[in-house]
């Protein structure tokens, strides 16, 4: 049954080939009736080499087939991202808590030190009122123990004043 499969297949190259030789002929303006007979013949040369490259590609093909080894699909796990960001949190807050405990003790510092008379009054009531308070370091501690979920703006550039 393969042997009259390839025969069907292998004629109706050989058809094909000799249409197109047949055409391609006649629309170069020759009589392509005068040129059936070698035409014939070319179509049929033509036809082995196909079938013979043909056969060595399908050996080689066959032969790197069976030499090579079946892949296996190793499928890799992807690392959570999520840990990475509750670390960082988790740092950002211990960082955040240490910071405040420094500025309590600061603030506390100031508050219990007696108020001195000095020649520049205004300048030790700006330091104590720029120094936040403990209920708000305290609030900000609690805001940043919560996960960050939008991405933060960058923080707005200080205006320069020219004196």
């Known amino acids: 049954m393969k042997s009259t499969t390839k025969k069907a297949a292998k004629k109706e190259l050989e058809a094909n080939l000799t249409a197109k030789f047949m ?3 006649s629309e170069l303006g020759h009589d392509s009736d005068k040129l059936k007979r070698v035409i014939k013949k ?3 040369f033509i036809t082995k080499k196909i079938e ?3 056969k060595d590609i399908k050996h080689v093909v ?3 087939i069976d030499a090579a080894p079946a892949k296996e699909v190793v499928k ?3 690392a ?3 840990k990475v960001i509750e670390k960082k949190a988790t740092e950002a807050v211990k960082v955040i808590a240490k910071a405040a405990k420094n500025a309590e003790k600061k603030v506390v510092e100031i508050v219990e030190k007696p ?5 520049t009054p205004t300048k030790t009531v700006k330091a104590a009122t720029a120094k936040p308070t403990v209920s708000k370091l305290k609030s900000t501690v609690a805001a940043a123990a ?3 979920t939008a991405a933060k703006k960058p923080a707005a550039k200080p205006k320069v004043v020219k004196k």
């Open 23 to 25: 055409q391609a002929v």
């Open 42 to 44: 070319a179509s049929k």
């Open 52 to 54: 013979r490259s043909l």
């Open 62 to 64: 066959e032969a790197k």
């Open 76 to 78: 890799k796990a992807v």
């Open 80 to 82: 959570a991202p999520k």
């Open 115 to 119: 108020a001195v008379k000095t020649a």
């Open 146 to 148: 919560k996960p960050v």
